[in-house]
């Protein structure tokens, strides 16, 4: 089975911006959230997107 176009994780500062089916990864610092997005991004290999200043998706496409 191959995984094509969804959202893989979220990474945000706020837990209320983000529900749903993906793992959800709550961060304190803008800081921490570029370094768990950049992580992710490697480890799932999926593409980090930022929505807001506080919330990242890392997505497969």
Known sequence: MKVEKMVLASITMKRDNVDGGSPIF?????????????????????????????????VKH
């Not at 803008?30 to 992580?39: I, T, Y």
């Open 26 to 58: 709550i961060c304190d610092t803008k800081e921490e959230m570029d370094k768990v997005a950049a992580n992710l991004e490697a480890i799932l290999d999926g593409i980090s997107h930022a929505l807001s200043d506080e919330l990242y998706i890392i």
